[in-house]
């Protein structure tokens, strides 16, 4: 069983910066791709970027193509989601997922099997 908690929400202003992480636990963290979504209130939840369990793969929405980053150590059963230049359009409540496949060409469309319970961002204006 993996168990994902996310950290690292929190409210900023526009232009500011956060990171998340999500700690997994359970060996089968191992060999897993690691996914972040988003979901605001009212809509449905999103595809925010994914990578591969080598950490050599990644996606991102275009939303946030060039202003977030995702990346892993594989040593703390962690992946971390930076974000830099928020804008209020990314408020919305951030979750880890994890999939059971090592890599994807697709990772938007892969099935997401464990979930953290999520964590809030709050970017103001």
């Known amino acids: 069983q993996v168990q994902l908690v996310e950290s690292g929400g929190g409210s900023v202003q526009a232009g500011a910066s956060l990171r998340l992480s999500c700690a997994a636990s359970g060996r089968t963290f191992s060999g897993r791709a690691m996914g972040w979504f988003r979901q605001a209130p009212g809509k449905e939840r999103e595809f925010v970027a994914a990578i591969d369990w080598s950490g050599g793969s990644t996606d991102y929405a275009g939303s946030v193509k060039g202003r977030f980053t995702i990346s892993r150590d594989n040593t703390k059963n962690t992946v971390y989601l930076q974000m830099n230049s928020l804008k209020p359009e990314d408020t919305a409540v951030y979750y880890c997922?994890?999939?059971?496949?090592?890599?994807?060409?697709?990772?938007?469309?892969?099935?997401?099997?464990?979930w953290g319970p999520g964590t809030q961002v709050t970017v103001s204006s």
């Open positions: 997922a994890s999939a059971p496949v090592s890599y994807s060409r697709n990772y938007r469309g892969i099935t997401y099997d464990y």
